[in-house]
């Protein structure tokens, strides 16, 4: 079966850095883009990151470009993603979720993780 697990989330202060990790299991990690969604309390869900199958193409939304940065080791089948220069408005459940298309994302997510909190407060 597939699996996603999420880890690294925590609390942290305003201009901290935090990295997230994702572990996945049950399918070809090497074939397909994976991405990062989160969602904010009270809020719906926000497209954060993505990247192709090799790590060779990145994609980000435009409130996190410059500050958030993604990558995968197929070796480990494992995609990350490191945070830096956090805001309050960050604070969220960030989720990893599985590209339903091979090597290039179309952002049709087909699993997700349960989630790890992120706490952004000083």
């Known amino acids: 079966e597939v699996q996603l697990v999420e880890s690294g989330g925590g609390l942290v202060q305003p201009g901290g850095s935090l990295r997230l990790s994702c572990a996945a299991s049950?399918?070809?990690?090497?074939?397909?883009?994976m991405n990062w969604v989160r969602q904010a309390p009270g809020k719906g869900l926000e497209w954060v990151a993505s990247i192709t199958w090799n790590g060779g193409r990145t994609n980000y939304a435009e409130s996190m470009k410059d500050r958030f940065t993604i990558s995968r080791d197929n070796a480990k089948n494992t995609v990350y993603l490191q945070m830096n220069s956090l805001k309050f408005e960050d604070t969220a459940v960030y989720y990893c979720?599985?590209?339903?298309?091979?090597?290039?994302?179309?952002?049709?997510?087909?699993?997700w993780g349960q989630g790890t909190q992120v706490t952004v407060s000083s």
């Open positions: 049950g399918f070809r990690f090497d074939d397909y883009a």
């Open positions: 979720a599985k590209d339903h298309s091979v090597g290039a994302p179309d952002y049709e997510f087909d699993y």
